[in-house]
């Protein structure tokens, strides 16, 4: 099936640009005065971009405007999500995709490196159990 | 049939790591779930504590007098995906419009979810219930109020999905030829989730029923019965050409420069105002775009009697502070289920089919 994104869409605006409903702005200030707060006590915080009244061209222009940093990360579970440092260092975007490649959430972590980055205990536990089986097959 | 069962008995963190699903794969889905339900991110480490240990709940899906719309909706929901959602996390053991079963069979596989889930399943209805006439909408011979009033009767909860569920909707229009009224003009002993919309925005209609598995209790909700977390404020409100509105900039016909600059859609009808939605931040189409967005005052879908309030094309002529309803919303925490789970009917399988009336065609030619 033709997926919705594989359709050609227009955009038509009188300047010949995307028009920008000033949306980005005041989630950049949002983002500053939680860099601040995680500099000056840690305090780490995740900012939902769904929920948000975003027109078109909003999200596009936020992404543009964090730009990107040194750190990509692309992770496979539950189909793909990418991760990736923005050009403001303890500021990550995380997209999560689906199987089937279509977004499922969008989010602005702050912080040193997004939560689910980080090896899972339940994860490791089971780790150590797969290669003890292996180690006992030699 | 016991792999159904030993499944059923499964919490959902037991299965999803028996499908070979990590840790971060599990947080991921929590975090998709917290994004569907409105939830700041903020809560995801308490909806994996949940989601965990929650078990699939037996949902029994009743269409009635509607079009099709609500379930078309939700089939082309996607996050964290309807799939995942339906056959994973919660048992959908009836669904006439989606299952094979037809006839005597569906209605068998019906009453044995009922009974084998007394008291705890979960009934989601869309279509409104006339009443002047059991004819005008019967499934197996069975009128759509007796098969409301015996499938809630065990319930432990009713969602009514779409507007028509919700406040009558459609059918419920001037001058409502076959008496249609909501489901809550029925049940009045159970608690009922309104999810309006027509149709509703399905990561709505999924994030009630996600809400339920990961804390057991029903959102919390409005004077009209519908989830604050999607329903609390108004188009309006959330509506990205908003500043346009303040000042007072406004497209008078779809093709004028102010149309092609995204002003205002007021003037041309926009019912945003008086209209409580998701839709605005939720979007349409996986998440692709809105009314509003695409050029189109909001009708007031989710409204009720929407469809009796004047042309969609006419401008509202109230001030805006005149609009902007102050909805009396039951605060607190979500309605709980335990009481009305205690309260059961404990009608059985053989009490339920013995209890059917079936109409007949002489029933559709008798005057209502
Ligand atoms: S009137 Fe309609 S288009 Fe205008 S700001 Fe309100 S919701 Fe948006
Ligand atoms: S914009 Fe208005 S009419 Fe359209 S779907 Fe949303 S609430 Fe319904």
Redesign the interface.
Known sequence: MQR?QDIAIKV???EGVQ?S???ALPILHEILHALQRFSTEGEQ????L???????G?EEELLRLLGRGEINVT?D??GE?TIWETAFSGVWI?D?R???G????L?IEIGPVP??VFS????IVDAIDRLEAQLNDH | MADDRKKLSMTLGESLRQQGVSRRGFLKYCAATASMMALPPTMVPAIAQALEKAKRPSVIWLSFQECTGCTESLTRSHSPSVENLIFDHISLDYHHTLQVASGDAAEAAREAAMHENEGKYIVVVDGSIPLANPGYSSIAGISNLQMLEETVAGAAAVVAVGSCAAFGGLPHANPNPTGAVSVGEIVKDKPVVNVSGCPPIPTVITGVLAHFLTFGSLPELDALGRPMVFFGQSIHDRCYRRPFYDKGLFAETFDDEGARKGWCLFRLGCKGPMTYNACATAKWNQGTSWPVESGHGCLGCSEPDFWDAGGFYNALSIPDSDLTRKTGYVVGAGVALGAAAGALNRSTRAKAAAKHETVTIDDLDKKS
């Open positions: 919705l038509e605006s009188p028009a409903h000033g949306n915080s995740c900012i939902d769904r929920s948000l009244p975003f027109g078109p909003d992770m579970a539950l999500s995380v999560h689906n199987a089937e279509e977004p499922v959430a989010q939560q689910i899972q205990q339940e994860d």
